[in-house]
């Protein structure tokens, strides 16, 4: 009985192993194809703000699909003259189960200019559920003078969830 082979297979796989000899097309019978399920990103936002107090939606969640959170990050930028008191945060706020909660937090220390940045990376997992239809939102600390900048990126996917009913 004759097997055939896709002829691609053993070349691009020598190839990438960097296999030379002694690899039996007969291994390529045991090859099992395999689909990538890992979500890829399809969210990135980015959002800015120089008001004080100011909260800014950077994005609302989808009402149909839930939203996963991979990776975020916060920056601040600050002049000689602003008043803000130090310890006050820049804060990355969103809902979790129901709750508003600051998951990102970057506080600025100093009564002269000074800047700052954070990153929040989820890594492999596949990121933070967040509630559907709701902000994900850019806090800004009070101040009454000077200037003060925030800026926020997150980025994201969403996922339908099919539910299937018995016939």
Do not use: W
């Not at 609302?60 to 939203?67: A, C």
């Not at 996922?159 to 018995?166: D, L, N, P, V």
């Amino acid at each position: 009985m004759s097997k055939n082979y896709n002829v691609n297979i053993p070349i691009r796989l020598r190839r990438q192993l960097g296999i030379k000899e002694g690899l039996d097309n007969e291994v390529f019978d045991k090859i099992v194809p395999a689909v990538n399920i890992l979500p890829t990103i399809s969210f990135a936002r980015n959002g800015t703000s120089n008001t004080s107090a100011s909260t800014t939606n950077v994005l609302t969640t989808p009402t149909d699909k839930d939203f996963y959170l991979t990776g975020a990050s916060l920056s601040y930028e600050k002049d000689s003259t602003c008043d803000t008191a130090p310890g006050q945060f820049i804060r990355l706020a969103v809902t979790i189960q129901g709750v508003s909660r600051s998951i990102l937090l970057l506080p600025h220390i100093s009564v002269t200019a000074s800047n700052g940045s954070v990153t929040l990376n989820v890594g492999n997992s596949l990121g933070i559920k967040l509630d559907r239809n709701t902000n994900i939102n850019l806090i800004l600390p009070t101040f009454s003078l000077g200037t003060y900048t925030g800026s926020m990126s997150i980025f994201g996917y969403t996922e339908e969830i099919i539910t299937e009913t018995a016939s």
